[in-house]
C-alpha cells in the first residue's frame, strides 16, 4: 500500500469551471472531518467539495450535490486501484457557468485526481516487525552478513556474555531467523508502521 505524507495540490481548468485536487494524508476519520472543514475554509466560495478516502478499512467518498457516481466513486476507485491508503483525494470545484454533462463531469474529477496522485511524492507502507534476539558472538557476526541480504536493521545491541539485539525485519524475518539460527533465543516484540520511498 501507498501514501502521501506531504500534502499535494494541483488546479485544472476545464470549460471555465477550475477543478482543485488535494491529496492528503489521514490516519483517522476524525482528521479527515477536520481537512474537509479547514479546505472548506480554505476555498470558501466553491461549489462542491468532492472527496474519497481509504484508511484500512473504512472508505467513503461523496458527490457532494455533483450529479450521482461523477465524483466521489470515480475518485475512490482511482485510491483503491493506486493501492493508496492513509489518503484523502479531495476535488474542489468553482462553477464556471458551462455544464459539462455526466460523462465529462466524471473524467474531469478523475483526470484531476490522477494528476494530483502523480504531482505527489508516494510512499510505501510498509510494516516492520521487531524481535529481541540472544545469541552468540559468532552467531551476531553471520546475523550482520545475512541481515544486509535480508534487509534487516539492528537497534539496541548490547555486548554482554552473549548478544542481546533488537532486529528489525519484514513479516517472515522471525521464521527465518529461527531456521538460521536454532540455538538463538528469538522473542517477537512489536510490529511497527514505516514509509518506504
Known amino acids: 500500500m501507498f501514501t502521501s ?3 499535494a495540490e494541483i488546479t485544472l481548468i476545464r470549460d471555465k469551471s477550475s477543478f482543485i485536487g488535494i491529496l492528503m494524508h489521514v490516519t483517522s476519520v476524525e482528521s479527515v472531518k477536520q ?6 475554509k480554505q476555498y470558501p466560495k466553491a461549489k462542491h467539495y468532492c472527496y474519497a478516502y481509504v484508511i484500512g478499512g473504512n472508505k467513503k467518498c461523496s458527490d457532494d ?32 457557468g458551462v455544464l459539462l454533462g455526466a460523462s465529462r463531469l466524471m ?48 537497534e539496541n545491541i548490547k555486548y554482554e556474555d552473549k548478544i542481546c539485539v533488537d532486529v528489525l525485519g519484514d513479516e517472515d524475518a522471525g521464521e527465518r531467523l529461527a531456521n538460521a539460527f536454532p540455538h538463538a533465543n528469538i522473542e517477537l516484540i512489536g510490529k511497527r508502521k514505516v514509509y518506504r520511498r
Open 5 to 7: 505524507l506531504e500534502k
Open 35 to 40: 481537512y474537509l472543514l479547514d479546505i472548506k
Open 65 to 96: 450535490g455533483e450529479p450521482s457516481k461523477t465524483a466521489g466513486r470515480p475518485l475512490l476507485e482511482l485510491l483503491e486501484k493506486k493501492e493508496m491508503d492513509e489518503s484523502l483525494l479531495v476535488v474542489v470545484r468553482y462553477f464556471g
Open 107 to 154: 473524467s474531469t474529477y478523475l483526470e484531476t485526481g490522477v494528476q494530483t496522485i502523480n504531482s505527489a511524492d508516494i510512499v510505501e507502507i510498509k510494516h516492520s516487525y521487531g524481535y529481541k534476539v540472544v545469541m552468540s558472538y559468532k552467531d551476531f557476526d553471520e546475523l550482520k552478513r545475512l541481515g544486509k541480504t535480508w534487509g534487516f536493521s539492528f
